[in-house]
């Protein structure tokens, strides 16, 4: 295929090649957005009716779901869904003992009766409605307000909107802001709770390469698994129960093993969670120079401690497994975003864009105060964030995290509901519930002691004007004493504080209660500022992205927003790439790549039966036609981010062939500045998945309920 050649920096500009501007194929577009697009979803050649793929009651949208976090979508009627092995990594690590290891032997279950619980606290969302509420969010507020007062009134009217729409509570539903403040919708997600883990490959193939491979490229990881949904005999959602039912969901995806070949177009729909693209040069030094290198160090010491701690206890090791996981991910993707600025000058773009939107801003005419008020604001913002990270640094402790949830609960819970912090309304108690049940799998007091009192160590190390007036103060010397004498460690224990009010709870003689009981003025303080802050930013933020939104529908370029977790949809095509001068890593690995990889030793284990496979080449029907053997991952250019994982990839007939996983180290930077050269997404192929699935687990069973297009049976959805 021809590649792409990579753009210069000053070609780049001038081409508007950052956030302001929709270039290739970047975007992150809301469903009903995509009718502005028809022309750029031919030019990729997509022939999909836009109309089709803007109806969230119609195939393919319909079939596409939230996980707790990630995305997955149904895949037969009887709510089966697909999604990342990592996705699923909480509920196998949940069902996983030393002795009765699922992360690392894989698990199936043949018949129903045989899944497992996936956790009380994973859910799946089909988006049911979105409406434009932003008049009733924000019309009417004083210019006056202060920041916290502002911000009251704005979060009392989405408790407002949210209750009337959760008048039925079979729904979920929420008012997320977009464009920073400028636009409110209110989305309305039916809301599944009894969810089940069916399938996961062992995790020497759904994570194979481990860390050492994570964000890098080339890839050989199956890193899917699947779940079910169910709900009660009435078919509404209901709580986990043994004899709820399937959820019958009403589409779902059908499959391609027929794949995608280099240059196919593809279109991926999922949950992106958050991404920087509008945010100003002052803010990305910010977490360049400040935020971004001490997180990754905290993360860094956090995982050594954890790593010590657990040492030579293989019940330990599995209950942090998840815990470690994610901090893995994390603190490799907040490296890349650092190495990413050190390559490209992101700030310097951002200067450049800056510097076009303000001499079109001063021919308008308006608000000349506007980037005065805003440079205010980010530095309001800033100092803030610092004292915030500090906080979380002293209380790095999942024992005073419960203690900090429970005062908190119940301060709340002498309010009337609507009254409440909504995070802590009483839709949201299950969720404190389950999270405080939860760490009976995922919580060992001999770590927890040995990483608060490490943790307490580095905020003492951090510059005193970093910590939050009146802290130090509180903060315990003699950690291991608390520590033993409470009683929060015993599940029965937390649960029961959950049920306690105010005066109750002030009467506790638990040293960790009471410790969170002197914390919690400073906590709320903490809130209050940020109030403040978040008030007094979000009014003038709105302000500006109405004003870059005008600039941009001048030049005729529709405008879409930084992801927030809701519903979106992006196209590309398969693509390859050159990371650097010289070099061109092409847009499929394969079976044999594995063995390439193999060393014998974690994270680079091939297990036996997949290495016969291999060896002998059995790969039958999905033995890709121009590779000449089986494709185990594949790049696109679409755009995506954390939240994508499990998104499911769709070929012109909108089938499954594949799922997206993750990004190409170059790429991590996307989340603040999109560059169409080197700018992949990963994904596993839909052929390696079907492989695995009947060469070397035999789940005949889940082969058998999806519908799959086999080569060779054209026009047909045969079942295998």
Not at 128 to 149: F, H, I, P, W, Y
Not at 376 to 387: H, S
Request: hydrophobic share 40%; with cysteine; aromatic share 8%.
């Amino acid at each position: 295929m021809t590649l792409r050649p990579l753009l210069p920096l000053s070609l780049l500009l001038a081409l508007g090649g950052f956030s302001f501007n929709t270039i290739a194929n970047e975007g992150q577009w809301q469903p009903h957005q995509l009718p502005q697009l028809k022309a750029e979803l031919k030019s990729v050649g997509l022939t999909m009716p836009a109309e089709k793929l803007a109806d969230l009651h119609k195939h393919p949208m319909s079939a596409v779901v939230g996980l707790s976090g990630c995305t997955a979508s149904f895949v037969s009627s009887q709510g089966l869904i697909v999604t990342n092995h990592h996705c699923a990594y909480d509920a196998i690590q949940r069902n996983s003992t030393a002795q009765r290891n699922l992360i690392v032997d894989g698990f199936l279950a043949k018949a129903r009766a045989e899944e497992l619980p996936a956790g009380p606290n994973v859910r799946v969302y089909v988006t049911d409605k979105v409406e434009n509420v932003t008049a009733q969010v924000l019309d009417g507020l004083g210019e006056k307000l202060s920041g916290k007062a502002r911000q009251e009134q704005i979060e009392n009217r989405i408790k407002k909107l949210t209750a009337g729409c959760e008048s039925d509570k079979a729904f979920r539903c929420s008012v997320p802001a977009f464009h920073r403040g400028l636009e409110y919708f209110l989305i309305r997600q039916l809301m599944l709770r009894d969810v089940r883990l069916v399938y996961a490959p062992s995790s020497q193939i759904g994570e194979y390469g481990g860390d050492i491979d994570n964000f890098e490229w080339p890839r050989h990881t199956g890193d899917f698994s699947f779940m079910r949904a169910y709900v009660g005999r009435d078919g509404r959602p209901a709580d986990p129960a043994p004899d709820n039912v399937p959820y019958q969901s009403k589409d779902f995806l059908q499959v391609s093993a027929h794949g995608v070949k280099a240059g196919d177009p593809i279109l991926i729909a999922g949950y992106p969670g958050r991404t920087s693209r509008y945010k100003l040069p002052a803010e990305s030094r910010f977490v360049r120079d400040v935020s971004y290198p001490r997180r990754v160090a905290d993360d860094q010491a956090d995982l050594q401690v954890i790593a010590t701690a657990t040492a030579g206890n293989a019940e330990h090791a599995v209950r942090y497994a998840n815990e470690v996981k994610g901090s893995n991910n994390g603190m490799k993707k907040t490296q890349g975003l650092l190495d990413g600025f050190a390559r490209k000058d992101i700030a310097a773009i951002k200067d450049e864009q800056l510097a076009g939107f303000k001499q079109w801003f001063a021919k308008q005419g308006k608000d000349p105060q506007l980037l005065t008020q805003l440079d205010a604001a980010i530095v309001a913002d800033q100092q803030l964030r610092e004292q915030e990270f500090a906080m979380a640094v002293a209380m790095q402790s999942d024992l005073l995290g419960a203690a900090n949830t429970l005062v908190r609960l119940a301060h709340e819970r002498s309010k009337p509901d609507a009254e409440r912090d909504e995070r802590y309304q009483q839709r949201n108690w299950p969720f404190y519930k389950a999270r405080l049940s939860r760490m009976e799998q995922s919580y060992v007091a001999s770590v927890d002691l040995a990483r608060w009192q490490a943790s307490l160590q580095r905020y003492m190390k951090l510059p005193a004007n970093l910590h939050p007036p009146g802290l130090d103060s509180l903060l315990p010397t003699d950690l291991a004493s608390l520590h033993a004498q409470s009683k929060l460690g015993e599940t029965s224990v937390r649960l029961g504080w959950l049920e306690k009010d105010g005066s109750q709870i002030a009467q506790s003689t638990d040293p960790i209660m009471q410790l969170a009981q002197k914390l919690h003025p400073l906590r709320l303080q903490l809130e209050d500022q940020r109030k403040e802050v978040d008030g007094n930013l979000e009014r003038i933020v709105a302000r500006y992205m109405q004003a870059v939104i005008a600039w941009k529908k001048s030049q005729g370029k529709p405008v879409y927003a930084d992801a927030n977790g809701t519903l979106r949809v992006s196209y590309g095509q398969v693509m390859a790439y050159s990371p650097r001068d010289g070099i061109t890593k092409g847009p499929f690995t394969t079976a044999e790549g594995i063995l390439e990889k193999e060393t014998g030793k974690d994270p680079f284990i091939v297990p036996a039966a997949e290495k016969a496979a291999i060896l002998a080449k059995r790969y039958g029907v999905f033995k890709d036609p121009v590779l000449g053997t089986l494709p185990v991952n594949f790049l696109s250019n679409g755009d995506t981010t954390g939240g994508n994982s499990g998104s499911p990839i769709l070929n012109n007939q909108a089938q499954l062939v594949g799922l997206n996983f993750d990004s190409t180290y170059e790429s991590i930077t996307k989340d603040w500045y999109y560059d169409p050269a080197i700018s992949r997404a990963i994904h596993v192929d839909i052929r390696y998945m079907l492989w695995v699935m009947q060469e070397i687990d035999h789940a005949d069973n889940l082969l058998r309920e999806m519908t799959i297009h086999y080569p060779g049976k054209p026009g047909s959805a045969a079942k295998k």
